[in-house]
């Protein structure tokens, strides 16, 4: 799962698709996020800032968003980051996945500080729950933790016999982290046969 904010769980507050807004039905083409622990917003994936900017003039279609931020995903795809209270970065800039952004606010038409959050391949609107892998229903929602998961496989198979003790060095060594996952996957692999 990832989670477009500075933390490790996040609030669905509207799902992808349709919706009531005001009495009105309409297509909701992304998600609106609420980081349960940080209001920093970072980039979901890596890629190139083509837009940051605030829209005010309501002749513009963009207006809705208020404070904005666009990420020309290494992937192909746009990652539109909106409502923000603040931007961190410009137009031009190059983020890897996990560099702040902004911070969540409430800027154009909003009703109270979230993060709408929407993914585009050019102007085809996609599901963020393939991309994110955060459920498409209303809810909060944790990221698991990714190395507790390999210590335990590798607890189960018995090749450590101390988890409790791996578990405080994930951020010793950047790549211990990246050994590890790759041993469990190994024994994953393994354990399928």
């Not at 990714?146 to 578990?167: F, M």
Request: net charge positive; glycine share 10%; charged share 20%.
């Amino acid at each position: 799962m990832i989670i477009p904010f500075n933390c490790d769980k996040v609030r669905v507050t509207s799902a992808y698709g349709s919706r009531v807004l005001n009495g009105a039905k309409q297509f909701h083409g992304g998600y609106d996020l609420v980081g349960v622990g940080s209001y920093d917003v970072v980039a979901a994936v890596p890629g190139k800032v083509i837009r940051s900017r605030i829209v005010t003039d309501k002749s513009d279609t963009t207006w809705q968003w208020g404070n904005y931020v666009c990420v020309h995903g290494s992937d192909g795809l746009y990652y539109y980051y909106c409502h923000l209270a603040s931007r961190a970065v410009t137009e031009g800039q190059t983020v890897r996945a996990g560099d702040k952004l902004g911070v969540m606010g409430n800027t154009g038409y909003s009703f109270g500080a979230h993060l709408h959050f929407e993914v585009r391949n050019g102007s085809k609107k996609i599901n963020p729950e393939d991309i994110l892998g955060i459920p498409n229903k209303t809810g909060t929602y944790t990221a698991k933790n990714q190395y507790a998961e390999d210590i335990e496989v590798l607890a189960k198979k018995g090749i450590i016999n101390t988890p409790s003790y791996w578990l405080k060095r994930e951020d010793i060594d950047p790549y211990f982290a990246d050994l590890v996952h790759n041993m469990a996957e190994f024994v994953k692999q393994d354990l399928s046969k």
